[in-house]
């Protein structure tokens, strides 16, 4: 296709203006119906004076010819262009643009039949590709953005949002041999929440990134009974936390794109064995070779052919198995590997699988702010703490900098503002309803956010932009709510009147220690605020950083204190989600010696600090990314994207499909490692003793190169610790040793040990152990604490 910028200047102004009678050297200048100009160009039709007006044809001396409307000497109206190439014009053009409604036709054979704003495809089209391609939508500045369908020409076809040309947001993609997902798409991959419907009738509910399968989901065989499709929608996530589940919503009928066709072979996409493939490996499970007793229905094998390639064949033997209605497998993916398998009877899973749904639902999704209390209130909370933190932070902002002073301290050292519904002289109007706001130590909340560089702007525009604040669950037992900012950079969370003086009382201490420790893992604290609603009722808030802002999937949270009395997690309320406590975890991390030594010493340091300010029940947040064991990247499923036509900019080319999934330790530069500082980002980069003590990034495959801070962006190797007799016998872990980026951070820092806990202590040492229990003296806690992290955690490498 010959490029349109042949024809139009920078501007995108046709080139092929008729020269202007006065300036060129015209043989004829009067009111004739032709005129020929000196350089080669005429013209034919109706004049008003001396420009072409009314109905006129234009040839250009390359060949280039315009028939149609013109304007005061522009091509303005109905026309059709003709390129010297062959290309074809056939539509509205406006001052020499292609503008409105248009045909155009390319010599690759080409069409498109829609909108045009200033020579670009803007608005509603469809396109005929060269390929025989076709997208039918809307388009933006050439690009697909919106909705569209896409055919491709051997019987694919994707319905669904787009943006930038690339597949992104909700949508729907059918195979020609029958198989279908239905979920979240990111730059033209599988990313989110899906469903995943094989030719067969088999479903698989669960999460993908880029394009493979990764957390976790289940697989519903063919012929097996299933929750109804009509029931689900998908929520859109594309970062960590709860914002990737499946959730009730009567929008949707997933149903209406049901594969009605004969069975046929089985999708990749599926399943790969572990009883064929993966038993040679040494770094797989034994327990592995229990799978064969429990695969059922997708027991299969991968082989070589000729290409070498793997396809896949079917064990004859258990056949009869895969029709099974009452077996369901739980499966769990790590980019496209699948790494652990937990067969269930359907007839016994059945009545807790609704109300598993409907708590993911209420408990996991994603929802907006407004639904925090019930009524108007719900949505005037949601403004009110956008509307103070602008006022806030736009106040402060422009006062000089300064170190803070005592003053500068305690509850008097605030802000409060009466912001009345009609606005005053120093609040806007605004739709909520008449509230008071505090703004607790605002010049001592300003140093803290320019020391862990934070942007004013920046800041207020995560949490005040117009996408509002979203609700998570809360993952303890504390009843806080907790919100994050749409950019998911920070958490906001609802403190106890207790909680907001103990954060007070401390918070010279606290910015004394985050001052002279960059690489502190506590908490890190950027305002703290009150609203009081009409009636009287207070809402405090705090605002920190979250510890798992990254474009890593994390697989696994763990809150850690150290402590062993209720510290596990009912298995029926664990999903995708959940927060796992002490008893949970079935691994211990090896990383390298320099890295953990730094670790330790700031941990000692932090808790010596929390033990002087007699702060108990604090935990380790600690978040986990695992990559595929190494020796199975030939192996990871196809991720059955379809290339799209290499002018929209989604091709295969430069996109690292099937990544090695090693971890690579790496000396840092500045210029390559993302250096983008984040809420929970301070320190410098760490010195690794593998790399002769120098500064070090991480090279993670498939996302690029990471900056390793403590606590952030930390390479490990994780190994299982779970003997084989206390593994669930149901449930198979199909490898020991996986490497893991590691994120984490010391949180939970409000609670005093007073009065209240003593009691608590005293009370709960009569019926349990006492070293077990997590309330116990700040110094025996501490110690426990780092013992806990130090030999069961993190141990040193024998």
């Not at 016994?348 to 996991?364: I, V």
């Not at 994050?484 to 950079?489: A, N, P, T, Y």
């Amino acid at each position: 296709m010959t490029c349109l910028k042949n024809h139009f200047d920078e501007d995108s102004e046709i080139n092929a203006e008729p020269p202007c009678p006065v300036s060129c050297n015209v043989q004829n200048v009067e009111r004739v119906n032709m005129k020929s100009f000196s350089n080669g160009d005429f013209y034919v039709g109706d004049f008003k004076e001396v420009l072409p007006h009314g109905k006129g044809k234009y040839t250009w001396s390359g060949g280039m010819v315009y028939e149609g409307d013109w304007e005061g000497g522009k091509m303005t109206g109905k026309g059709v262009l003709l390129w010297p190439s062959g290309e074809k014009y056939n539509g509205d053009i406006s001052g020499g643009y292609l503008h409105g409604s248009g045909t155009r036709t390319s010599p690759d054979g080409s069409l498109y039949e829609g909108q045009w704003r200033m020579n670009i495809q803007h608005g509603v089209g469809r396109k005929k590709y060269s390929n025989s391609d076709v997208y039918e939508g809307e388009w933006k500045e050439g690009e697909h953005e919106g909705n569209g369908r896409y055919f491709w020409n051997n019987g694919n076809k994707y319905t669904g949002n787009w943006k930038r040309g690339k597949m992104h947001g909700r949508g729907v993609m059918e195979w020609v041999n029958g198989d279908q997902y239905n979920g979240c798409w990111l730059n033209g991959f599988r990313h989110g929440s899906g469903i995943y419907q094989y030719a067969d009738g088999g479903y698989y509910f669960g999460t993908w990134t880029r394009g493979l399968k990764d957390g976790k989901g289940v697989f519903y065989p063919a012929g097996s009974k299933r929750p109804s499709l009509k029931k689900f929608c998908i929520s859109p996530g594309y970062g960590n936390g709860p914002k990737s589940v499946l959730s009730q919503c009567s929008s949707l009928n997933l149903e209406e794109h049901a594969v009605k066709k004969p069975s046929v072979k089985r999708s990749f996409s599926e399943k790969i064995s572990v009883s064929g493939v993966l038993r040679s490996s040494g770094r797989i499970s034994h327990k592995s070779s229990e799978m064969s007793r429990h695969s059922g229905s997708s027991r299969e094998f991968v082989r070589h052919n000729s290409s070498g390639t793997f396809s896949l064949g079917s064990d004859a033997g258990h056949i009869e198995v895969q029709e099974d209605a009452t077996v369901v497998y739980e499966r769990e993916y790590m980019q496209g590997v699948m790494i652990k398998e937990r067969v269930r009877d359907y007839t016994e899973l059945s009545p807790k699988c609704e109300k598993k749904t409907k708590r993911l639902a209420k408990e996991t999704e994603k929802i907006s702010c407004v639904a925090i209390f019930k009524g108007k209130n719900s949505y005037h909370l949601m403004l009110n703490l956008q509307l103070g933190i602008r006022y806030t932070v736009g106040k402060i902002t422009p006062v000089p900098k300064r170190e803070v002073r005592i003053a500068d301290f305690g509850d008097r050292a605030r802000i409060t503002m009466f912001f009345p519904r009609r606005g005053s002289r120093f609040t806007p109007p605004h739709k909520s309803i008449d509230f008071y706001w505090k703004d607790y130590c605002p010049m001592v909340f300003r140093n803290l956010r320019e020391m862990f560089k934070l942007d004013a702007a920046e800041y207020m525009m995560s949490i005040c932009g117009d996408d509002g604040l979203t609700e998570i669950s809360s993952p303890g037992k504390s009843g806080s709510i907790f919100y994050l900012s749409h950019d998911d950079k920070f958490v906001i969370k609802t403190l106890k009147k207790s909680e907001l003086k103990v954060l007070l009382k401390m918070l010279p201490k606290y910015y004394n220690h985050v001052k002279e420790h960059e690489n502190t893992l506590i908490t890190k604290f950027f305002g703290v605020h009150q609203i009081t609603l009409p009636g009287g009722r207070k809402v405090r808030f705090v605002v920190m950083g979250n510890m798992f802002c990254t474009e890593l999937r994390i697989h696994r949270r763990y809150d850690l204190k150290g402590s062993t009395h209720g510290r596990c997690t009912d298995k029926q309320k664990i999903h995708e989600n959940t927060t796992l406590k002490d008893l949970d975890l079935s691994y211990e991390f090896h990383m390298d010696k320099s890295l953990q030594k730094f670790l330790f010493h700031q941990i000692e340091v932090d808790c010596n600090f929390l033990k002087s300010q007699q702060i108990i029940d604090y935990s380790l947040l600690l978040g986990l990314h695992f990559r595929a064991p190494e020796q199975l990247n030939g192996l990871l499923e196809p991720p059955n994207i379809e290339s799209l036509p290499a002018d929209l900019g989604l091709t295969t080319e430069g996109e690292v499909l099937f990544p090695s999934k090693g971890l690579l330790l790496v000396a840092h530069e500045p210029s390559s490692a993302n250096t983008e500082p984040g809420p929970h980002i301070r320190g410098r980069p760490l010195r690794a003793f593998s790399l002769g003590d120098k500064e070090v990034d991480v090279l993670v495959p498939g996302t690029g190169r990471l900056r390793v801070q403590l606590g952030v962006n930390m390479p490990a190797q994780a190994n299982q610790k779970l003997s084989r007799n206390e593994a669930d016998a149901a449930e198979v872990e199909l490898f020991e040793v996986y490497d893991v980026v590691i994120y984490m951070g010391i949180i939970d820092i409000l609670q005093e040990y007073n009065v209240k806990k003593k009691a608590e202590h005293a009370c709960k040492s009569v019926k349990f152990d006492p070293l077990a229990i997590s309330v116990v003296e700040p110094e025996l806690y501490a110690q426990r604490f780092i013992d806990f992290l130090q030999k069961k955690v993190f141990p040193e490498q024998q």
